[in-house]
C-alpha cells in the first residue's frame, strides 16, 4: 500500500482478494480507480481507469481473482484488504447454473430457478447480485425476483417484484429498476399476513415461470429468487412455500446449518441444497439502520438520486374519484363466517376504506386493476403514492403530487404519486 500524499492511496491486491470499505459520514465521497489487473465489485467489472464514486451509507468489497491495484481518494471510515473471502464457491454455485442452463438450452427447457436463503444480515442480495452478473456477463437474461418485503430493493418494501436482468449492475447503483412486475402486499415482514404473503408469492412464481416461455434466451437462463430473513417457524413455512411455486431446482443456504438441515428434511431429494459461508465482510444493520433504509428506498422511488433526479409534479384529483381499499378484513371466528367461507378467506378479502386523517404519511399502491371484481391481488401495480400533508377544515380533495413545494405543503390532502408503468419480462 502506498500513500501519495493529499492525492489518495494505491491498494495492491493479491489474487482472491478483496478491499473492503464503509463509508458513514455525510457528504463523505470516496473515489476509487481500477489502476492495473482486473477487479469486480459485487460481480461487476470495473474499467480501468474509470473513476467510481461512492457516497454515505456505501459497504462495499472490490474483489479481484487475477490481482490488481486500486487507487482510492477521500474518507473512509473502515477500510481494509481480506484475503478471507468465500467468492470462488459463489462462483461455482454460478459454474452450477450455467451447466443447468446449457442442458436447458439445448433442450428447449426451463433453466435453474435458484433461491437464496438464509438469516438476516448474511449478504443474500449481494449473492442474488453476483449470481445473476455472472450470468448476463456470459450473455444470459436471468429474472431477478425479490420476494423480501423487508427490505426490497426493485420497488419498495412491501411489495414483491421482479425485473429482466438484460446487463451488469451499475457500480454505483446496482440494477436499473425499470419496467418491474410488483405484486402488492402491504406489511414489511410476511408475518403481517401470511395468507396473502403466500398468495401474492404464488402469482408471482406463476405469471414470472410463464413469462419464461415468451423469450428463448431468457428461459434457459431462469431465476433467481431472493428472500427474507425470517427463517424459523411461519418464516420457515414461507421459505418451503416459495420452493414449491417456484418449483426451485436450488437453493442456497447462506451461513446457517440448521436451516440447511431442515431444507435438506423437507425439500424433495431432486432439489439441490447447498449450504454457503457467509462473507465476513457482510454488515450488520441494526432495527433503526433498517428503518432508514426503508425509508431512503421510498424517498428514492419519488425523488431518485444524485445521479438520476426525478422531478415529479401535482395535480389535484377528487377524493370521490379515487377508490381506496386495503387488503384483509379484521379476523372473524369460523362461526360467524356465510356458508363456505373459513376465517383465513378474510385475509385476503379488498376491503373498502373511507378517506381520513388516519391516510396521512402512508403508502398506497395504485393498481392496475379496473373494479374490486377483477382479481385486485394477482394484479400487478402501476406506482405508489404518498398521503403527505394534513386535512383542511374544507377540503375533501387529494393532491396527487410529487414536487417538493411548500405550495401544495399546505394542500388539503397531499398525496405523493409516482409510476413505474406496465413490466417489461
Ligand atoms: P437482509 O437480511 O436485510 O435481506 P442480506 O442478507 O440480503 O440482508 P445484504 O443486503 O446482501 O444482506 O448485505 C448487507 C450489507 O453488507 C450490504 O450493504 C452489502 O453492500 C454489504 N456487503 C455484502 N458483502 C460484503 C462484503 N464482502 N464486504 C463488504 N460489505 C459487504
Redesign the pocket.
Known amino acids: 500500500m502506498s500513500e501519495h500524499q493529499g492525492r489518495g492511496q494505491d491498494y495492491s491486491l493479491e489474487g482472491d482478494s478483496?478491499l473492503?470499505f464503509?463509508i458513514e459520514q455525510k457528504d463523505a465521497k470516496v473515489v476509487v480507480t481500477l489502476v492495473n489487473g482486473f477487479a469486480e465489485l459485487?460481480g461487476t467489472e470495473l474499467v480501468k481507469k474509470k473513476k467510481y464514486e461512492f457516497g454515505m451509507g456505501a459497504?462495499?468489497?472490490i474483489f479481484t481473482y487475477q490481482g490488481c491495484v486500486l487507487h482510492v481518494t477521500g474518507k473512509m471510515d473502515v477500510c481494509y484488504i481480506s484475503k478471507e473471502?468465500p467468492m470462488v464457491q459463489y462462483l461455482n454455485c454460478h459454474a452450477a447454473l450455467e451447466q443447468f442452463r446449457m442442458e436447458a438450452e439445448e433442450k428447449d427447457r426451463r433453466g435453474p430457478v435458484a433461491m437464496v436463503v438464509?438469516?438476516?444480515?448474511?449478504?443474500?442480495?449481494?449473492?442474488c447480485?453476483i449470481l445473476l452478473n455472472y450470468a448476463v456477463r456470459v450473455g444470459r437474461r436471468p429474472l431477478y425476483a425479490d420476494l423480501?418485503v423487508?427490505?426490497g430493493a426493485i420497488a419498495i418494501s412491501g411489495n414483491v417484484a421482479t425485473i429482466l436482468i438484460e446487463r451488469p449492475a451499475s457500480v454505483e447503483e446496482g440494477f436499473p429498476k425499470t419496467a418491474p412486475l410488483v405484486y402488492h402486499f402491504g406489511h414489511k415482514s410476511p408475518s403481517g399476513n401470511s395468507v396473502l404473503y403466500n398468495a401474492v408469492v404464488s402469482k408471482m412464481a406463476e405469471v414470472t415461470l410463464q413469462s419464461l416461455n415468451g423469450n428463448k434466451r431468457t428461459k434457459s437462463s431462469g431465476i433467481i429468487v431472493?428472500t427474507?430473513?425470517w427463517v424459523k417457524g411461519h418464516g420457515y413455512a414461507h421459505l418451503l412455500h416459495a420452493a414449491r411455486a417456484y418449483g426451485a431446482c436450488a437453493i442456497f443456504v447462506?451461513d446457517q446449518e440448521r436451516l440447511y438441515n431442515e431444507l435438506l428434511r423437507d425439500v424433495p431429494s431432486s432439489v439441490h441444497v447447498v449450504l454457503l459461508p457467509k462473507?465476513?465482510?457482510?454488515?450488520e444493520?441494526s432495527k433503526e439502520l433498517?428503518h432508514e433504509c426503508r425509508d431512503q428506498r421510498i424517498k428514492e422511488y419519488f425523488y431518485g438520486n444524485a445521479r438520476a433526479p426525478f422531478y415529479p409534479f401535482s395535480f389535484e384529483v377528487k377524493f370521490q374519484d379515487l377508490r381506496l381499499y386495503k387488503i384483509g378484513a379484521p379476523p372473524l371466528p369460523d362461526s360467524c363466517m356465510p356458508i363456505g367461507m373459513k376465517a383465513e378467506d378474510n385475509k385476503t378479502k379488498v376491503v373498502a376504506v373511507t378517506p381520513t386523517p388516519a391516510l396521512i404519511h402512508h403508502v398506497l399502491a395504485l393498481t392496475f386493476a379496473e373494479s374490486v371484481e377483477d382479481d385486485v391481488i394477482g394484479t400487478n401495480i402501476a406506482g405508489f403514492c404518498c398521503h403527505r400533508s394534513g386535512y383542511g377544515k374544507a377540503s375533501r380533495d387529494a393532491t396527487l403530487a410529487a414536487a417538493p413545494t411548500t405550495a401544495t405543503e399546505r394542500s388539503a390532502a397531499m398525496v405523493r404519486a409516482a409510476v413505474h408503468g406496465q413490466p417489461y419480462l
Not at 462473507?279 to 454488515?283: L, Q
Open positions: 478483496e473492503r464503509e459485487f459497504k462495499v468489497a473471502t438464509g438469516p438476516t444480515d448474511v449478504g443474500k442480495s449481494t449473492l447480485r423480501d423487508g427490505q431472493n427474507c430473513g447462506l462473507s465476513g465482510g457482510v454488515v444493520r433498517r
